[in-house]
């Protein structure tokens, strides 16, 4: 284990950055370092099967990416737009490789993090309004919640990725 580092979260501390931004920061590296390592060695055919009923894990990376862009703009104290509402129903299914999924993943929370960054203590408590029910949250619950929904699809990403290897021939 000496010539691999640690997890994102014993990496220390973002120099410059409150201690919650920047454990936020360090769970965004995670998901983008799970989804790549999970996903990259597929095949095309490998990422898109849906082995025993399950969802693939090109559904749970293309979900992640654009999940993540979403939630981002509720962040920024915006609504969605009528292209990124359309979008959702195209992410159950594709045909995309691996390397255009994790390079989606990298954007998207290249996003967040930058927007992350920006807030500071003060702007934790700052009022958000989610979905077309326009739900109350705060700045700091969305940032969370972001890396929280991350890690639900890393994981399921990462479970579809070892049964398709295992069962689908690439």
């Known amino acids: 284990m000496s010539d ?6 014993l990496r220390g501390v973002t120099a410059g950055a ?29 990422l898109w099967a849906m082995p025993e009923e399950m969802t693939s894990a090109g559904f749970h990376a293309k979900h992640l990416a654009g999940s993540t862009e979403r ?9 969605l737009s009528e ?31 930058r927007i992350v960054r920006q807030l500071t203590p003060q702007d934790f408590g ?6 077309r ?11 969370i919640h972001i890396p929280e929904h991350g890690q639900r699809h ?3 990403a990462i479970s579809a990725a070892k049964l398709a290897q295992a069962t689908v021939p690439s």
């Not at 691999?4 to 979260?9: A, F, G, T, V």
């Not at 370092?33 to 990259?40: L, M, P, W």
């Not at 939630?71 to 609504?79: A, D, F, M, N, S």
């Open 154 to 156: 890393v994981g399921q």
């Open 126 to 131: 700052a009022l958000r309004e989610v979905g």
């Open 83 to 113: 292209e990124q509402l359309a979008a959702i129903p195209g992410e159950r299914a594709g045909s995309e490789p691996a390397t255009e999924l994790v390079a989606r993943v990298h954007a998207a929370f290249g996003r967040y993090d």
């Open 18 to 46: 409150d201690p919650v931004v920047s454990h936020l920061l360090r769970a965004s590296q995670q998901i983008r370092e799970d989804v790549e390592r999970a996903i990259k060695p597929l095949s095309t055919v490998q």
């Open 71 to 79: 939630l981002c703009t509720y962040l920024e104290g915006r609504q």
């Open 4 to 9: 691999q580092l640690p997890e994102p979260w």
């Open 133 to 143: 029910k326009r739900l109350q949250t705060t700045a700091i619950a969305l940032a």
